[in-house]
């Protein structure tokens, strides 16, 4: 309509006009062509905002809803989110009540281990108390009955006036004295030197010294033992002369508890070999012998206390089973080691391993104790369970 209201107001514009007819008519003509072509562009451009707007909405209504199912997707994230931290919270809770249930359970059972360990500790602390008790008062006993009865003897011999006629009774009488008297002296210096060594006041006299001479030494001083009980020995040696720090009395000691279990446990006629020689660096001492041989399960046992492999031979053999013990402990504070293989009958080889070092100033002086001036008396004290005394 408003296109029509300006054609008629430019139609009659045109008429009133004082132009002439021709171009009246043109105006009239263009004016209706400019009116058509205005009208279909307006159409047009009508139709594309019509489509515009309607896209608009369209869109805006789309993005409401859009933002509307966002926010309700949020929410459920939100809700879910929390659901889960909370599952996770409760979860972690349970993992950590669970965990919390086995280290109690855990703790309990260290507990019981160490309460069963304890209680197994001091049954078998009894156990070899008793035993203890039971091969220390046998071992003091038996030589002690022996002095006795020879007193008993000497009491009637006397009475009887049979002395002066039985000479070579009596002096025999008198060495199973005697020999009974250093078997005493022996398991109480084992005794008081292993119960030193438990409480840590035994100490080792440190020097340097040459430790090829001094188990040399030892060996031929103990060879009329041997020979008298029927056995042949040896000594050989890799090493000329080595100095090591180390206690000689100790060493002593040492080779002399292993020679006498090798004369003990063979029998005549075998083979008692000494040899020094060089072992992972330290100076090693062999003492190999022909005799019985030690089980194979028995051989880490015979280094405890009280240890005899067969108690009734060893019973008839003499001996407390201390002997190894303390030889062990006496290597051991040495820092050195020992060891032994051996085969049933075939023989037992002892091997000590002493560090080859020499004295480093804070060796600790010595507490020795029951010590003889007199190497022999030594020898007889150590050797007191064989009786052939060459
Ligand atoms: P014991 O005073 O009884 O000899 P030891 O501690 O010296 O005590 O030895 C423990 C046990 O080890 C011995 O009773 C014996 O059974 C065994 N034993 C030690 N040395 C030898 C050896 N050279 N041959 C065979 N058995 C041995």
Known sequence: SIYISTYVILVAGVLSSQVGYAEKESCVINGAILIIISLMISKVSHASFIKDFMNKKLMTENSAYLENARKMLEEAVQKR???LMKANEQLLYEMNARHEMKIQMYKAELEYQEKKKQLD??????RLRSEFF?????ELRTPLNMIFSIIQMFDLYINKGWEKDNKDKVNQYITTMRQNCYRLI?????????????????KLNLSENDIVKIVEDITSSVSQ???ANGLGISFETEIVEKFIACDPDMIERIILNLLSNAIKFTGPGGHIAVRLFEKNGNMAVSVKDSGIGIPQDKQESIFGRFIQVDKSFARSKKGSGIGLSLVKALV???EGRIEV??????GSEFIVEFPDKAIDGACDNMVLINKFDDKTETIRVEFSDIYKCG
């Open 81 to 83: 989110t929390e659901e």
């Open 121 to 126: 500790e001091a049954v078998e602390y009894d």
């Open 134 to 138: 039971a091969n220390i008062s046998h």
């Open 186 to 202: 022996r398991l109480i210096n084992n005794l008081i030197d292993i119960t030193k060594i438990d409480a840590g006041y035994f």
């Open 225 to 227: 033992y041997a020979e």
């Open 332 to 334: 051991e504070m040495h």
């Open 341 to 346: 293989i051996s085969e049933p009958e075939k």
